[in-house]
């Protein structure tokens, strides 16, 4: 009884250490993206946008991203991703299509 209580606590707080480790951004902790655990959020999109769209979708240099999914569909994030805009490179040449696609269906998805 002893035993698995303290294992449970040990548990709990590494889990809660895990999740503080990796919230690194301070800023705009407070926004629920949507599907936070996907690749497309953790790996494409810190790799490739996070540095103008913020890590969070808060916006930097480029815009606000949080609640792109009411203005442009799967196709329109898609079409942004491949051809760029003014300010915005294209990632036609940098990313493969199955890369593209997985992260205008999450990107789509932030309403
Ligand atoms: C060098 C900075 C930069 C990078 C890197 C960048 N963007 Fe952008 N992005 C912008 C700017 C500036 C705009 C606004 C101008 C425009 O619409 O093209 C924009 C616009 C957008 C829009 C349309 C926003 C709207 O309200 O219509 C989407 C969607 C978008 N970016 C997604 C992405 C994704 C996904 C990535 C990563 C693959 C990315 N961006 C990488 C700068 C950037």
Request: overall charge positive; glycine content about 12%.
């Amino acid at each position: 009884m002893k035993f698995s209580r303290s294992l449970l606590l040990g548990l709990a707080l590494m889990t809660t250490g895990i999740f503080v480790g990796c919230s690194s951004a301070p800023k705009d902790t407070n926004v629920t993206l949507v599907d936070q655990e996907s690749n497309a959020y953790k790996t494409l999109y810190q790799q490739n946008c996070a540095g103008c769209h913020g890590q969070n979708l808060e916006g930097r240099s480029g815009p606000n991203l949080q609640h792109i999914g009411k203005k442009l569909d799967v196709a329109g994030v898609t079409k942004q991703i491949t051809n760029g805009g003014p300010g915005m490179p294209a990632f036609g040449d940098k990313l493969d299509q199955g890369q593209i696609s997985e992260l205008a269906a999450w990107i789509a998805k932030q309403k």
